[in-house]
């Protein structure tokens, strides 16, 4: 799907019933790119990296997190685009709606791509098509250079998160269970929960 098509996203999901935003099509364009990765205790506990493209945050649902171990391949599902004020979002999904539980702002920064092929910069939408990305990530729990590979096409893509080596990289550093605070309320995900939005 095109970068910034947010039918899927829409279709998913009844605005009446969940605090989640509808997403405008049209905005103010920011300067830098964003990121973020939510903590989504669906019904099974997963995180959502988000990487803004456009007026759209291209996201993956991964399974464990992501690691600064360069060792660890973390499985990354390929989900609909969410719309780019979804970064602010942490709350409560209420039961019964499409992704139901509690979603925490588990970081939050700036990201730069720096794909590269054959010495030359590839732009992020040709290098999520080509199934390859690297990005640099500066939030406040996951830094430095990481790479994306799609390892299986089809209606549900699958992708590697794993990290590059670089100053940033740590085997011992194990952040998804070290910082479980949000990185905008310092919330955790049972304060989250009692407070409902
Ligand atoms: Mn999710």
Redesign the pocket.
């Known amino acids: 799907m095109a970068p910034g098509s947010l039918k899927t996203y829409r279709k998913k999901r009844d605005f009446r019933n969940t605090p989640e935003p509808k997403g405008k099509s049209t905005g103010k364009r920011g300067t830098k790119s964003i990121f973020v990765i939510?903590n989504?205790a669906?019904r099974q506990l997963?995180y959502?990296f988000r990487l803004q493209v456009g007026r759209a945050l291209k996201s993956w649902?991964v399974p464990k997190g992501p690691s600064p171990n360069p060792g660890d391949k973390r499985m990354a599902a390929e989900?609909e685009d969410h719309p780019l004020d979804y970064a602010k979002f942490e709350g409560v999904i209420p039961k019964g709606e499409y992704?139901a539980g509690t979603v925490m702002i588990w970081d939050k920064g700036t990201y730069r791509n720096v794909t590269k092929k054959n010495d030359k910069e590839v732009p992020i939408t040709r290098a999520l098509k080509s199934g390859h990305l690297a990005v640099d990530l500066d939030g406040e729990k996951i830094e430095g250079r990481y790479a994306l590979s799609r390892i299986a096409k089809g209606k549900r893509p699958r992708w590697l998160l794993v990290k590059m080596k670089d100053a940033k990289a740590n085997a011992r550093r194990n952040p998804v269970k070290s910082e479980t605070k949000s990185a905008v309320s310092g919330r955790t995900m049972k304060q989250i929960e009692k407070q409902k939005g």
């Open positions: 939510h989504h669906a997963h959502d649902a989900v992704g």
